[in-house]
Each structure stands twice: as structure tokens, then as C-alpha cells.
């Protein structure tokens, strides 16, 4: 059993920065995907950032070269720092152990698939 639990959402203004951290607890097997998932009401979840088990990360084309996504194994922590941030970019964020795979794709993510956090929500205002 995983447990995630993610902090770091709040208000922020276009262009600032935000960084979410995600505290991981159980086994965390090296074929899963670690990802930053998110969610706007009335639209699906999609994939922001994943890392593999390598610790390599992968980014949605959306959010590639603002947001950096990290894994530190030692201390169990899943991170996203988000900069540059736009209205766009406000959400609800999930941190999600999920199959490997989907590090590769980042689309639509199934809620019931996988081990998934509360969420933190992130509001971007203009």
C-alpha cells in the first residue's frame, strides 16, 4: 500500500512560482510512474510531469520549461516546482504512483488506476 499526501498549493499571481511536494509512504516500486497529475472542473485529468524509476522526468508540452519535476528516493518526497506560472495553469494537483508507463504519455489519468494523494489545489490569478 502507498500513501501520498502532497502540500504546497495557494494563490499566486501570473508569473510567480509554486512548489508542491508530495510525501511518500509504503514501497514504491522502481517500475512505477511517479506523477503530478491535474484537474479542472468539467475537464479530465491530465498528466503535468512524471519521473520514472531511473529519475528521469517527462513534462507535458504545456508545461515544459516551467515546471520541474524531481524524485528524492532517500527522503521519499515526489516535488514540483512550478515557475512562470499562468491562469491557466490553476488546478487541482495530484500526486500519483501510477504504472510506469504512463511517464511516457501523460494523457488522461484514471483515478480508480494506481495510488493517488488528495490533491492540493494551485489558483493562478492574472
Known amino acids: 500500500q502507498v500513501q501520498l499526501v502532497e502540500s504546497g498549493g495557494g494563490s499566486v499571481q501570473a508569473g510567480g512560482s509554486l512548489r508542491l511536494s508530495c510525501e511518500i509512504s509504503?514501497?514504491?516500486?522502481?517500475?512505477?510512474?511517479m506523477a503530478w497529475i491535474r484537474q479542472t472542473p468539467g475537464r479530465e485529468r491530465e498528466g503535468v510531469a512524471g519521473v520514472d524509476g531511473d529519475g528521469n522526468p517527462t513534462y507535458a508540452d504545456s508545461v515544459k520549461g516551467r515546471f520541474t519535476a524531481s524524485w528524492d528516493r532517500e527522503k521519499n518526497v515526489l516535488s514540483l516546482q512550478m515557475n512562470s506560472l499562468k491562469p491557466g495553469d490553476t488546478a487541482m494537483y495530484y500526486c500519483a504512483a501510477v504504472g510506469g508507463g504512463y511517464c511516457y504519455t501523460l494523457g488522461p489519468a484514471d483515478s480508480d488506476s494506481g495510488y493517488w494523494g488528495q490533491g492540493t489545489q494551485v489558483t493562478v490569478s492574472s
Open positions: 509504503g514501497y514504491t516500486y522502481s517500475t512505477y510512474c
